[in-house]
């Protein structure tokens, strides 16, 4: 399972604000294979946080290299593999 932690540089959220409705699509994609188990923007808005499941970390850097919010070139995903040890969610088993 990963952690999917997106950063957005300074001053980018004008740029993003435009490629909502496709990133919007990107995500809807990887929701609907269940790669991607949740979603949420961070607060403040400074980035999003995404829950993947169901693949590697190759995988993972490919589907991650396909968010349209990229194209900007000031907005990074960091990456982190976890293994939950405990859930209180439906639907994620550890």
Not at 4 to 32: C, T
Not at 33 to 48: E, I, N, S, W, Y
Request: proline fraction near 4%.
């Amino acid at each position: 399972m990963f952690l999917l932690l997106l950063h957005y540089d300074d001053g980018v959220l004008g740029e993003l604000d435009a490629l909502i409705p496709e990133h919007y699509a990107y995500v809807d994609r990887h929701m609907e294979a269940g790669t991607f188990l949740l979603t949420a923007r961070r607060d403040p808005r400074v980035g999003g946080v995404i829950l993947a499941d169901g693949t590697d970390r190759a995988r993972i850097e490919e589907i991650t290299a396909e968010d349209p919010f990229l194209r900007t070139g000031r907005v990074r995903y960091e990456i982190i593999a976890i293994e939950p040890t405990r859930s209180a969610l439906a639907g994620i088993t550890v």
